[in-house]
T-cell receptor, first 114, second 112 residues
Framework: AQSVTQLGSHVSVSEGALVLLRCNYSSSVPPYLFWYVQYPNQGLQLLLKYTTGATLVKGINGFEAEFKKSETSFHLTKPSAHMSDAAEYFCAVSLNQAGTALIFGKGTTLSVSS | EAQVTQNPRYLITVTGKKLTVTCSQNMNHEYMSWYRQDPGLGLRQIYYSMNVEVTDKGDVPEGYKVSRKEKRNFPLILESPSPNQTSLYFC???????????FGEGSRLTVL
């Protein structure tokens, strides 16, 4: 069975600091991995996805994530946090490239202070 | 503008009173899905549909029904709502094969 674990329900950083949001997955087959972001009072939107190929994936708003099969991880990073990055971030895994039946992690709330 | 539209956005109802949350997308997506979001539990899938007249259960389908009579619409029906269905509901859609879900803005439902 697939599962997703996001380490840390809340992460706080200062503006300009590195953002690191952790995600580990469990899957019996090669996974398809996604990061979504949810801004206050909005629906989720896709940040980036890994299906096949290059293990370092670049997304919108300067975020990137690296698929590490040996560590079963897909951590999200951004070199320099901006106030507008404050949101809830969800890691998700799917067994198929279609992204159907996504399994979401419980989410990590990112706070950015000035 | 490409979008997924849900209605109502907010609803307070009472136990047992049937309600429908509508979802419509204008992107010609084959795939549509309903999720509920609860604090500390993240998003859990209720039902999904791969195409017209094709629906399947997600992880938490009990107490819900769906239909997919047209490609653009995917209503969520609560025949007899109960307080444990108080939640924030999201509809999402995508083209099969992309993995990129487009979400509606959510419908906050309270069942008293």
């Amino acid at each position: 069975a697939q599962s997703v674990t996001q380490l840390g329900s809340h992460v706080s950083v200062s503006e300009g600091a590195l953002v690191l949001l952790r995600c580990n997955y469990s899957s019996s087959v090669p996974p398809y991995l996604f990061w979504y972001v949810q801004y206050p009072n909005q629906g989720l939107q896709l940040l980036l996805k890994y299906t096949t190929g290059a293990t370092l994936v670049k997304g919108i708003n300067g975020f990137e994530a690296e698929f590490k099969k040996s560590e079963t991880s897909f951590h999200l990073t951004k070199p320099s946090a901006h106030m507008s990055d404050a949101a809830e971030y969800f890691c998700a895994v799917s067994l198929n490239q279609a992204g159907t039946a996504l399994i979401f992690g419980k989410g990590t709330t990112l706070s950015v202070s000035s | 503008e490409a979008q997924v539209t849900q209605n109502p956005r907010y609803l307070i109802t009472v136990t047992g009173k049937k309600l429908t949350v509508t979802c419509s997308q204008n992107m010609n997506h084959e795939y549509m899905s309903w999720y509920r979001q609860d604090p500390g539990l993240g998003l859990r899938q209720i039902y999904y549909s791969m195409n017209v007249e094709v629906t399947d259960k997600g992880d938490v389908p009990e107490g819900y029904k769906v239909s997919r009579k047209e490609k653009r619409n995917f209503p969520l029906i609560l025949e007899s709502p109960s307080p444990n269905q108080t939640s924030l509901y999201f509809c999402a859609s995508s083209f099969l094969g992309t993995g990129e879900l487009f979400f509606g803005e959510g419908s906050r439902l309270t069942v008293l």
